[in-house]
């Protein structure tokens, strides 16, 4: 999902679990090929506060956030 919104001009961020993060840092030279430009905060989403806080990060300077599933 992330690369299908980075073709669409989309900067990201791919929140992991650390134990995920080798697959994180492959997504993220994946979106850099696309030209955009990727954040990896680490966090757990089915924890609490991890989704709002992983909104509030400032991916492009825009203070936008999208949630794609």
């Known amino acids: 999902m992330a690369l299908l919104s980075t073709r669409e001009g989309a900067d990201v961020s791919l929140v992991q679990p650390p134990e ?4 994180a840092e492959r997504g993220r ?4 090929e696309q030209g955009r ?3 990896l905060p680490p966090g757990d989403l089915s924890a609490p506060g991890v989704l709002p806080r992983a909104r ?11 949630t794609a599933w």
């Open 20 to 23: 995920e993060r080798v697959d």
């Open 56 to 66: 509030r990060t400032d991916v492009g300077g825009t203070r936008r956030a999208g």
């Open 37 to 39: 430009r990727c954040l």
């Open 29 to 32: 030279g994946e979106v850099a």
